[in-house]
């Protein structure tokens, strides 16, 4: 991505355009225009979704408890919580439920404890509650901090590192474009180490220009070994939707002000003028954060 805020890529963008034929070739000279309305079209989304951005990254939460045991966060969709406090109390996850092969359930431990449902891996998604057991969050002002991750992220993707080289790897990205490195672990072992070239073992270099293919570059030492990738991306229909407003705003350009006009044969053109597409408008309804900022 152009902009660490970008939800779909410049190639997207010029296919949508001008198509991606051989006949049809995109101008050099418009891709930094493209590039400029593709984050300003980005950051309107976030605007109109209350999002500061879609991809992973961590927050800390302040909250006003008003009594209830069960509070929702904020963000969407929540991969992990570090930290959970009541005022100057650290709460712990709550224990696992265990059972028998009677169908009493008792919990494993005393001591109350927070728990949230995950999130299932794909968008939208939807706001996610922190519920505390045995304990309620008590009234007042900010005194309740939540420390997590947030954002769509591939978590753990699988792959084996070629056994020859290149030992690279393109992620799947089954549900929208690669839009940053979030890790890189041996599978059921330790975490890999993001390098900026020339890799060995137990490193990894993640991709650097999207536009071109995302890969994951390994060492030689690796060859062979199974990984797990995590990553943020871009959901697709909302890439799709970034495209569409680009592209809109694009040929305006060739008819500011221009509401309909005359062809040959007494047809007449006109043109939408509203500032956001309504597919658009659509596509964005299930991603919006409805709770107060």
Same mark, same amino acid.
């Given at each position: 991505m152009g902009s660490p805020i970008d939800l779909t890529l410049l190639q997207n963008v010029k296919d949508w355009i001008y198509g991606n034929s051989a006949s049809s070739p995109s101008p050099v000279v418009d891709d930094a225009i493209l590039r400029r309305l593709i984050t300003q079209a980005s950051q309107f989304v976030l605007s109109q979704l209350q999002r500061q951005t879609l991809f992973y990254h961590s927050i800390t939460e302040l909250r006003s408890g008003v009594g209830t045991p069960s509070m929702t966060l904020r963000e969407f969709p929540v991969l992990s919580i570090s930290q959970v406090m009541v005022g100057n109390q650290l709460i712990p996850p709550r224990p696992p439920l265990?059972?028998?092969?009677?169908? !009493?359930?008792? =919990?494993? /431990?005393?001591?109350?404890? &927070?728990? =949230?449902?995950? &999130?299932?891996?794909?968008?939208? /998604?939807?706001?996610?509650? !922190? $519920?505390?057991?045995?304990?309620?969050?008590?009234?007042?002002?900010?005194?309740?901090? =939540?420390?997590? $991750?947030? /954002?769509?992220? !591939?978590?753990?993707?699988?792959?084996?590192?070629?056994?020859?080289?290149?030992? $690279?790897?393109?992620?799947?990205?089954?549900? /929208?474009?690669?839009?940053?490195?979030?890790?890189?672990?041996?599978?059921?072992?330790?975490?890999?180490?993001?390098? $900026?070239?020339?890799?060995?073992?137990?490193?990894? !270099?993640?991709?650097?220009?999207?536009?071109?293919?995302?890969?994951?570059?390994?060492?030689a030492a690796d060859a062979g070994r199974p990984v797990a990738l995590s990553y943020s991306f871009a959901p697709a229909d909302l890439s799709y939707a970034v495209c569409k407003w680009v592209g809109e705003a694009f040929t305006y350009k060739s008819r500011i002000g221009l509401k309909s006009k005359i062809l040959a044969q007494h047809e007449t053109m006109t043109y939408q003028l509203t500032a956001m597409p309504d597919d658009v408008k659509l596509i964005l309804n299930p991603y919006k954060n409805q709770l107060p900022i």
């Open positions: 265990s059972g028998s092969a009677t169908p !009493v359930i008792t =919990f494993s /431990g005393a001591q109350p404890g &927070w728990s =949230f449902e995950p &999130w299932n891996g794909y968008p939208p /998604g939807r706001p996610q509650a !922190v $519920t505390l057991s045995s304990y309620r969050y008590p009234r007042d002002f900010n005194n309740i901090q =939540f420390n997590y $991750t947030a /954002g769509y992220v !591939v978590q753990g993707e699988v792959q084996t590192i070629p056994a020859a080289a290149p030992y $690279t790897i393109q992620p799947l990205m089954p549900m /929208g474009a690669w839009a940053g490195d979030v890790g890189v672990s041996y599978v059921g072992g330790v975490a890999l180490v993001p390098v $900026t070239s020339a890799p060995t073992a137990g490193q990894y !270099v993640p991709p650097t220009d999207p536009n071109d293919n995302p890969v994951y570059t390994f060492a």
